[in-house]
């Protein structure tokens, strides 16, 4: 793999106006950017698109679509936040201003179809989604799937497409996460 040729966009969401905030997910995503631009995952900075904290959707989809299809190796997406179920049982990945209201969570949220369909759209050969929020086991729900053969179970959607996903809870469960930030040990 030539991390040049690749590209990751890394949102984390952690102060929320009609959520709970979750400062753990700050922490996760200042530890994740640091971790693919060390020595040992060796991506260049420029490569690392991080979007600290955002407010509302806006651009968001259209900025995946613009970072991935400059992909040609590795386009890796990493969301940490909450996540919502909506009306429709799609996941939205949720930013400051998210309604918890059913009819108002995918207006107001980054739907989990336009991460998908920026990947999708992308050249490169591998696709990895690292997605750290509640049901976020929806995204590898069948129409959701990176892959273009949706009849295939979830496990065979993997097998040789180059699309991974990493969940951390089922379609319908909790993702844990601290309540409390925890003090870094190098710091004290």
Known sequence: MDFNRSRAALMGVWNYRNLPSVPAAENSLTRFTALLTSDLC?????????????????????DLVRIFEQATDVALFYFVGHGQVDDEDSLC????????????RTSTSLAFEAVRKALAHSPARIKVVIL?????????????ALSSQPRLAPIDLTT??????ICASSGYGLAWFETRLIQDSRSR
């Open 132 to 144: 750290d929020c509640c049901f976020s086991g929806l995204a590898i729900d069948r129409r959701l």
């Open 93 to 104: 990945l949720c930013v400051g201003e998210t309604r918890a209201e059913w009819n108002r």
């Open 160 to 165: 040789g497409t180059g699309a991974y996903t």
């Open 42 to 62: 060796a991506w260049p900075a420029e490569n690392v698109h991080v979007i600290e904290d955002p407010r509302k959707p806006g651009d968001s989809a259209d």
